[in-house]
């Protein structure tokens, strides 16, 4: 049995260190040998998530710069496990120290407290900080190379929602290369300025924004999922819930489809150029817990990030009495910019397993 530090049953990751510690790290296992791979590869989907790139982020300025420490021989995957690791350089540890009792609203302070005997790492957050979603992306790149090579599966993740700015129109394959050309990654150009003035204006009150984040996956085989308590569906879900401040998440037609009958929410089959596809995606690509071959389409809901600047009332462990908190450091005003490339690194994590475990992937020869 996996511990909660793992994931996945053929392509296992396991992500380790805590934000303020030495470093962090993921060990990527079960991937096949023969698959070229460099830090580089790796390093450009991790330059995309780093923080202190904008005001609209936290300052803390990590370089988060990656170093494969085995399994990768002349720029190709041994078969052995992928260990990787990110030295931690810009943690100012003394932000915290008024946080050793006095517990952060929103934050797992407390049952982390209780489940670890008091011995868990407070210091932004610890294990639970969403700075151990690098660890994620480590694997992930990976995962999206073996993905594109042998199937020609790709990842698009965005954002569609900050706040109450949504994007007003559908997304297209003409907006993939507008994704990453502004700071909130909103591949609607307007949208995107609206977007950050709300980021902005909930910083200079000293509050945060949540919103939602939409991952499309094309090209994938029919057939991938292991139904029914490891169905795609459901081990996209644990994944994705990984992520830090994630606290929803729908394929599909989601919520919107219990609105609607059945004769407007199925997806009739039809042919296009010898291929059975369905006319519409109400299903968001997944079919009783496998793929059916169109694309997969998820939304996934953020909560407004819990460290803010403004001050609240809290309890103190020590005193057992309330007391006012103003939590000081660097902090995201909205962690949804961010997450694209995580979203993106967990998708292609749970399909490469998924296709490795139904034989999809054989090899990368």
């Known amino acids: ?43 450009k989907m991790l330059d995309l998530r780093k923080p202190g790139q904008s005001m609209i982020s936290t300052q803390r300025k990590e370089g988060d710069i990656v170093e494969i420490v085995s399994g990768v021989f002349r720029g190709y995957t041994t ?14 540890s003394t932000d915290y120290e008024n946080l050793k009792t006095k517990l952060r609203p929103g934050h797992s302070d407390y049952p982390a407290m209780i489940k670890y005997n008091h011995f868990n790492d407070h210091r932004g957050g610890g294990r639970f900080s969403g700075r151990l979603t690098a660890t994620h992306v480590m694997g992930g790149a990976i995962a999206r190379k073996l993905l594109l090579v042998t199937l020609g599966i790709k990842t698009n993740s965005f954002t569609t929602q900050i706040g109450k700015i949504k994007m007003e129109g559908e997304f297209n ?15 609607e150009e307007e949208t995107a300025k609206k977007m950050k003035t709300s980021i902005l204006d ?49 394929f599909g037609s989601g919520f919107e489809g219990s609105k609607l009958y059945g004769s407007e929410n199925n997806d009739l089959y039809t042919i296009k150029k010898g291929r059975i596809i369905t006319k519409t995606n109400n299903s968001g690509g997944i079919l ?23 001050k609240q009332i809290t309890v103190d462990i020590k005193t057992k009495k309330h007391a006012t908190l103003q939590v000081k450091g660097r902090h995201d005003p909205c962690v949804v910019p961010r997450a694209p490339p995580v979203v993106d690194s967990l998708v292609a994590l749970t399909l490469a397993d998924h296709a490795l475990l139904a034989g999809t992937i054989k090899s990368v020869l």
């Open 1 to 43: 049995m996996l511990h909660g530090s793992s994931i996945g049953h053929r392509l296992v990751l396991t992500s380790f260190g805590e934000s303020h510690g030495k470093s962090i790290g993921a060990v990527l296992d079960g991937c096949p040998a023969g698959l070229e791979i460099d830090e580089k590869e790796i390093q």
């Open 173 to 187: 394959e003409k907006m993939i290369g507008l994704i990453y050309k502004n700071e909130v990654r909103c591949p």
């Open 79 to 92: 078969g052995a496990p992928v260990t990787m690791i990110i030295y931690n350089t810009d943690q100012k």
């Open 202 to 250: 909930a910083r200079k009150k000293g509050d945060s924004l949540g919103g939602i984040i939409e991952s499309i996956t094309t090209d994938v085989p029919v057939g991938l999922g292991e139904p029914i308590f490891s169905s795609l569906e459901s081990d996209l879900s644990k994944a994705i819930f990984s992520i830090p401040s994630v606290k929803g998440i729908e």
């Open 288 to 310: 009783g817990g496998l793929s059916n071959g169109m694309p997969i389409t998820i939304r996934i809901a953020f909560k407004p990030a819990s460290s803010i600047a403004q």
